[in-house]
């Protein structure tokens, strides 16, 4: 073993050899990269003390620097990068929900560069408020009287609480209580609020007279949370928005809508399944609507509340606004995104999350028999390629039990499982994520950006070459 430690080279030889091999390297901090290739022997040093080397010359420099390039290059790459969706989710939490429009990807950048009038009145060269910049688009798109943007959905719907309701109770319909991905749960943001959840109705049947019957001098507010990531189908009712508004009116109580995805148009002129839009809440009489700024609105992160005036200006006057505002990408992003609105034509072309979700069953058919093409030429005979109809998802909780008609492109590795091949492109750069069959990978083209399919076929080209 002393024979197998003696014949580990030198550091400062080893990054010579590095250097020479990778010059772009020497640009790098010496530190960094020394860091990383002693981290790479010391796991070469406990591979030699549990006996899985037994030749000196396979610890050399020249058998070693390959790896250690390897090692190098996997260590020093960005923790957050891109990855090509072709999973056919659109809304992929996981994956960073919604990408922007070019539009947005552009005033995001001229915001990140650059000083901006973030918290400065152009008029009077004093304090601005930050606000201000999207609160008439907002109100102007979904017809409410104020809007408020913060972090996130779960972040306004936590405000609203704390605001409205802390110390009293909260009507919610038992068939509404809600929990999303990631431990957002209705009954819990809820008691971090301060407020008292009082459930109403049976899961499957929630009635008018159940939120009448609840009412007491604690009360505080009237509560409708979307059932975004289900539908309770069969024997099922449930109170709509009017019907509240009624109630709470004649008993000077807000009505709050969590809608979740909060959508600006209306789906079903695309042949999806009807949606209440922001606008059709609002108008319906609801005080106070909060939606998340990137499931099917297609932008940044945020949490987006709009409605009667006199409680958001209370909303504002709470502490907690200034805890969870946004910053000055996401508001850039945001602006840009709403701007896009403006134009119903148009939109659904603009904004990708749209473009996607709206996409039809013969063009995802059409963009899968060429990328289908593309692959068969270059992968040949390492691969069987067919294509099938499936569906895509939504996702983000939108149109829980609704697919939309695609077709996906099958690749059926020749000398590897598709579980290994999955695997494969996990570590593929950029990484590709597909949905996985017993007996294929699958490609969604809904998913996929027209940009991505050359590194779609030379990803897979590298992962069938690793036989
Ligand atoms: C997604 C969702 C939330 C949380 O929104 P985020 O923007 O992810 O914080 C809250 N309520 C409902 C009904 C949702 O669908």
Wanted: proline share 4%.
């Amino acid at each position: 073993m002393k024979t197998l430690f003696q014949a580990l080279p030198a550091m400062d030889v080893c990054l010579e050899a590095l250097f020479a091999a990778r010059p772009e390297w020497r640009a790098l901090p010496r530190a960094l990269v020394r860091e990383n290739v002693t981290a790479y022997w010391n796991g070469v040093r406990a591979d030699i003390k549990a006996g899985l080397y037994t030749q000196p010359c396979a610890l050399g420099l020249d058998a070693q620097l390959p790896h250690i390039q390897k090692y190098v290059q996997a260590a020093l790459r960005p923790r957050l990068r891109r990855a090509i969706n072709a999973a056919g989710v659109v809304v992929h939490t996981n994956m960073g929900r919604s990408l922007l429009a070019q539009e947005a990807v552009q005033a995001v950048a001229q915001a990140a560069g650059h000083y901006t009038n973030l918290e400065l009145d152009l008029s009077t060269g004093g304090r601005g408020s930050r606000y201000n910049i999207i609160n008439d688009i907002l109100c102007r798109l979904t017809g409410a009287e104020a809007a408020l943007v913060v972090n996130n959905n779960a972040a306004a719907v936590l405000l609203v609480l704390d605001t409205l309701c802390k110390g009293g109770e909260v009507l919610v319909s038992r068939g509404e209580l809600v929990e999303i991905g990631g431990s957002f749960r209705i009954p819990d943001i809820m008691e971090k609020s301060g407020a008292v959840l009082h459930e109403v109705g049976a899961t499957n049947r929630t009635h008018i007279r159940d939120y009448a019957a609840a009412l007491n001098e604690n009360t505080r507010a009237l509560m409708r949370v979307h059932t975004s990531n289900y539908r309770i189908v069969g024997f099922h009712k449930a109170v709509s928005v009017e019907e509240l508004v009624i109630l709470g009116r004649k008993h000077g109580l807000p009505v709050i809508e969590d809608l979740g995805s909060g959508s600006l148009i209306d789906f079903s002129t695309y042949g999806l399944p009807y949606e209440p839009t922001v606008q059709s809440v609002v108008a319906a009489g609801a005080d106070i609507v909060t939606f998340s700024g990137d499931k099917v609105l297609g932008s940044a992160q945020a949490g987006i509340i709009v409605g009667k005036k006199k409680y958001i200006d209370a909303l504002h006057a709470n502490q907690l606004t200034r805890a969870l505002r946004q910053d000055k990408l996401c508001l850039a992003a945001l602006e840009a995104t709403l701007r896009l609105y403006a134009d119903q034509q148009t939109v659904c072309a603009t904004i990708p999350t749209l473009r996607m979700i709206t996409m039809t069953g013969q063009e995802c058919a059409q963009r899968a028999r060429k990328l289908a093409r593309r692959l068969k030429a270059k992968l040949g005979e390492r691969a069987h390629i067919s294509i099938a109809e499936a569906e895509s998802r939504v996702g983000g909780g939108a149109f829980p039990e609704r697919g939309l008609a695609t077709s996906v492109v099958r690749v059926q590795p020749c000398a590897c499982s598709v579980p290994e091949l999955k695997q494969r492109l996990l570590a593929a750069d950029p990484p590709l994520i597909g949905r996985v069959e017993e007996d294929a990978f699958c490609l969604d083209p809904r998913t996929i950006q027209d940009k991505e399919c050359a590194d779609i076929v030379r990803v897979l080209d590298e992962a069938l070459h690793q036989n």
